[in-house]
């Protein structure tokens, strides 16, 4: 009796250590506004920073120009009353699958903005290393305006791409714990790659299958491994046709994935 009371106890104080600890802020959402195309040109962008709590961190600027779908320019952070201006990596800096990413570094010192974007704003994440004052390492979350020179363009939707895709999507890796650092790895799908045909067939790695159009961008494979899939014909950074499977439109009645854990991009391979 009396071992089954201690973890009746031991349980009971767990959950009360849990509830006493706060809740993590919603990750911001972009400002609604048109999809963010590779070729746009010059950019500006402003904000606020928070920490995992939402607690106010500081702000944020942005002066870049998008090219082929890499920024170039500077940023300029300011955190605890500390203030950055860095420089743009431009391989570290681009536009993909509607994420816009930020990238600053000069020799210890860096700063990375991220998260999904519109022509209109970010909402995302912050995560930087200041090894100078009281900032050290910091993580939180990125919110704000954005404004492009050149209006946001709809892109060309519904396009079936020609010859086989490159399959992937990203893992999140760390970051469980509110304040720990985070980053994203590449890994390949399930599908490895995927080509559609014409005539409504499917081709991946292990499998075949049947596919049919939906309703707008849509498509939705039919027989095979992956049946029940929903793809969206998008195009990626680029421009060129691809195909997008969404996490939460692509889970069994178990709740189980159909394709991959995450979404998953399958692209022109370059």
Request: charged share 15%; glycine share 12%.
């Amino acid at each position: 009796m009396r071992k089954s009371y201690l973890y009746t106890s031991a349980a009971f104080w767990g959950a009360i250590c849990l509830a006493a600890l706060p809740a993590m802020a919603a990750v911001p959402q972009p400002s609604p506004g048109m999809p963010v195309t590779a070729n746009m040109g010059a950019v500006t962008g402003n904000g606020v920073l928070t920490d995992r709590d939402g607690r106010p961190l500081g702000t944020w600027s942005v002066t870049a120009v998008l090219k082929a779908g890499r920024f170039t320019g500077s940023s300029t952070v300011v955190i605890q009353g500390q203030t950055v201006s860095l420089p743009l990596i431009a391989n570290r800096s681009y536009l993909e699958n509607s994420r816009c990413v930020f990238y600053s570094e000069q020799d210890r010192t860096h700063v990375e903005l991220s998260g999904p974007c519109t022509s209109n704003g970010i909402g995302g994440y912050l995560n930087a290393f200041i090894p100078t004052g009281e900032v050290y390492s910091v993580s939180g979350y990125v919110s704000g305006a954005l404004a492009f020179k050149a209006p946001g363009a709809v892109p060309k939707a519904g396009i079936v791409p020609k010859g086989r895709l490159t399959c992937a999507w990203m893992e999140r890796m760390g970051g469980v714990v509110a304040g720990q650092d985070y980053h994203y790895e590449l890994r390949y799908s399930n599908m490895g790659f995927l080509q559609l045909s014409p005539q409504g067939t499917y081709t991946t790695a292990n499998t075949s299958g049947k596919w049919v159009r939906g309703p707008g961008d849509t498509i939705r494979l039919t027989s095979g491994q992956f049946a029940g899939a929903i793809g969206h014909l998008q195009p990626d950074k680029s421009g060129q046709p691809a195909v997008y499977f969404e996490r939460d439109e692509n889970r069994d009645a178990r709740d189980v994935h159909i394709v991959d854990p995450q979404r998953t991009s399958c692209t022109v391979k370059r």
